[in-house]
């Protein structure tokens, strides 16, 4: 619930009076750990609304949602110092995202 590192209360109001399922995981700044992962995909097979709280940096959700999502989903995301995205995953959405995260560095 902050944006630009800073507390944006209207942000948890809305997003915590929503209905819909709950999910925590946590993941550490830098990386995307497997249980991020599962938990998206989880979220993207559920039939219900749901959110995911992020116990720790969410920057590197962004690309695993992309690659997991399917056709048509639209992505909101924030960019810092200029607003906000909207990304509709289609093939090349996700082929993009899947390039990027395989480019990255992988930590054992």
Same mark, same amino acid.
């Given at each position: 619930y902050k944006t630009e590192r800073s507390a944006y209360h209207p942000l948890r109001n809305?997003?915590? =009076?929503m209905s819909g399922c709950n999910?925590?995981?946590? /993941? *550490?700044a830098g990386v995307i !750990?497997?249980?991020l992962v599962e938990k998206i995909r989880e979220a993207f097979k559920r039939r219900e @609304? !749901? @959110?995911i709280k992020v116990d720790g940096e969410e920057d590197l959700a962004a690309p695993v949602c992309a690659a997991l999502a399917p056709? /048509? !989903?639209?992505?909101?995301? =924030?960019? *810092?110092g200029k607003g906000m995205v909207l990304l509709r995953i289609d093939s090349v959405a996700r082929e993009k995202a899947k390039s990027i995260i395989y480019a990255m560095e992988e930590l054992n």
């Open positions: 809305k997003v915590e =009076g999910i925590i995981v946590k /993941n *550490p !750990t497997a249980d @609304r !749901t @959110r056709d /048509n !989903t639209c992505m909101v995301y =924030g960019l *810092p």
